[in-house]
């Protein structure tokens, strides 16, 4: 069927796809997601990323932290980081967020907030924490990737180890792919 040069073409071409095409997991705990209406099978799987790490992530990532959508974090800009109350905050790498990020976000890789990091507590206090006094602290609504981006989980848990008051954070789930995807306005980081 498939000799010499066909054979190698047609590989060459199977290892061109791109690994989003691969079939994954979609969360940790699942692979797929079956069931049966009125008789009628369905099956829901994923082709993406390798998950973990890039599992899709829930609406609500921690416990007492709301998650928001494109129009709240614009609400957010306009009545929060514009009046100096709060800070839109891109969890992604340097590199990443100098590809193109949300207008007025300001760069804080997850990494910077691991409890093991020196420098956090000087990260918090530009935050408005005052040692363990968060009632100064600025509101922040943060954001990785994309739906399937758990830094964002991980950013907020440290957050919140660290004293940050649930009522002054939030989740913007869908991320820069969303919000590009969306064909909302980027900016340059840096």
């Known amino acids: 069927m498939f000799k010499g040069r066909g054979l190698a073409a047609l590989c060459a071409v199977v290892l061109a796809l791109p690994v989003s095409a691969q ?6 705990d699942r692979a797929r997601v079956e069931f049966s209406i009125n008789g009628r ?36 800009l306009e009545l929060f980081v514009a009046r100096g109350r709060g800070l839109l905050v891109d969890i992604r790498l340097p590199d990443a967020f100098g590809q193109g990020t949300i207008p007025a976000a300001v760069n804080v890789p997850v990494a910077t907030l691991q409890p093991g990091n020196i420098y956090r507590d000087d990260l918090l206090e530009a935050l408005g924490a005052r040692g363990s006094d968060f009632s100064g602290a ?30 002054k954070l939030k989740y913007y789930r869908g991320g820069a792919l969303l ?11 840096g």
């Open 179 to 189: 919000w590009r995807q969306l064909g909302l306005t980027l900016a340059q980081g």
């Open 41 to 76: 099978s369905f099956s829901i799987t994923r082709e993406g990323p390798a998950c973990p790490p890039r599992c899709l992530q829930p609406m609500r990532a921690v416990s007492g932290v709301g998650t928001v959508g494109e129009l709240e974090v614009m609400d957010f």
């Open 23 to 28: 079939q994954t997991r979609i969360g940790e």
């Open 138 to 167: 600025y509101d922040l609504v943060l954001f990785g990737d994309g739906p399937d981006d758990s830094a964002v989980t991980e950013a907020l848990g440290h957050l919140l180890q660290a004293g940050y008051p649930a009522d």
